[in-house]
């Protein structure tokens, strides 16, 4: 029978390529999903199948991380192999402003999801989403061993969560796995996100739609990679036969100045013509630089990231310019992001 896996956070940009690449392998997905009063699975429709059908491999279940019984009810249905806990509030500078919800979905969504688990009676393979975030003021290079200091209410949930996996895994036995992946994208990525904000400014920008892009702190350094890649190694921790944590990064850092650079010259435009600055993106607390050493996961995983940071916002800019239509223009026209991550910039009439 076809491997089942839970993902909770489906419907963002890691669920939706982790949901895509598990689907390939042939396993039975389910999905976690807020209700709302609209729809919100625009990253999964293409994924969709009629539940009635007999092909149908995916099946997404109303549910929240503040609702214990709830988790415990579908986990007992579900009887998953494996479990992605994907879900969180997971904008670093929102969670200034949103510091005790942050806390209950990041931080306190993960033990009540976990107890679940442990008293549901299924034993899955459980895997947690960490971050570089963990690190926070810890000067790079980062890696399982590096000591944390987060520096928001994100961070510090995160930490939690990273450490109640941990604990869970030797209290009860649990294969349970952190995987401290450093910042990875996609043209999926949220419109808030610092570098889909950029690239849909760039492309709105080329097309005579903005005059003006307005950022905080540009010189901010991150380790970029590709979220497709990504998802891959958050599939091959839970292959392994013992449970152990690994930092997923591309080990290559870049500040924001860069992205910004990259993301302009992929439609022959000087980014410091339209950028400006507007302290309300500013963080109380900054981190300066995050960068990730992979070296465990190549040696133990055989995962290396290929896409680095200059192709990303290449990859990221054509995408969006392909979403503009401007007086019948179509701006870039490929059938997939893998097309669009090879491909310069071009304009089709």
């Known amino acids: ?29 389910h999905g976690l999903i807020r209700r709302a009063s609209t729809f919100n699975t625009h990253r999964i429709d293409h994924l969709y199948v009629d539940p009635h059908k007999e092909d149908a491999k995916l099946f997404l279940h109303y549910g929240d991380l503040s609702d214990g019984a709830r988790l415990v009810t579908l986990i007992g249905g579900i009887r998953p192999d494996e479990i992605y806990n994907l879900a969180a509030q997971s904008h670093v500078r929102v969670s200034f402003d949103e510091p005790e ?17 442990r008293q549901s009676g299924v034993m899955p393979k459980f895997y947690q989403a960490s971050t570089s975030e963990l690190f926070g003021a810890t000067p790079p290079p980062q890696g399982e061993d590096t000591p944390m200091y987060p520096r928001s209410p994100y961070g510090a949930a995160k930490m939690y969560s990273y450490w109640i996996t941990k604990n869970y895994r030797e209290a009860y036995g649990m294969h349970a796995v952190n995987g401290i992946l450093f910042n990875h994208e996609s043209p999926r990525r949220g419109e808030t996100f610092v570098t889909r904000k950029i690239t849909r400014a760039v492309a709105a920008i080329k097309a005579g739609k903005q005059d003006k892009l307005y950022m905080g702190n540009i010189d901010a350094i991150r380790d970029w990679g590709y979220a497709p890649e990504y998802v891959e190694g958050m599939w091959r921790m839970l292959q392994t036969d013992e449970p152990e944590d690994f930092v997923l990064a591309t080990g290559a850092g870049y500040s924001v100045r860069d992205f910004l650079q990259f993301a302009f010259e992929a439609v022959d435009l000087d980014w410091q013509d339209y950028v400006e600055f507007d302290d309300r993106y500013l963080r109380p607390t900054e981190v300066d630089a995050l960068i990730g050493d992979p070296s465990k996961a190549t040696a133990k995983l055989g995962w290396e990231a290929k896409v680095l940071t200059p192709q990303l916002a290449r990859i990221m800019v054509n995408c969006d310019l392909k979403q503009l239509t401007v007086n019948g223009r179509v701006w870039v026209d490929y059938p997939n992001e893998d097309m669009a991550a090879t491909a310069q910039y071009a304009v089709r009439k």
């Open 101 to 117: 919800h942050t806390a209950d979905t990041t931080g306190v969504g993960t033990v009540r999801l976990l107890e679940a688990v």
């Open 1 to 29: 029978m076809a491997k089942k896996a839970l993902i909770t956070g489906i419907t963002g940009q890691d669920g939706s390529y982790l949901a895509e690449l598990l689907l390939g392998k042939g396993y039975e997905v």
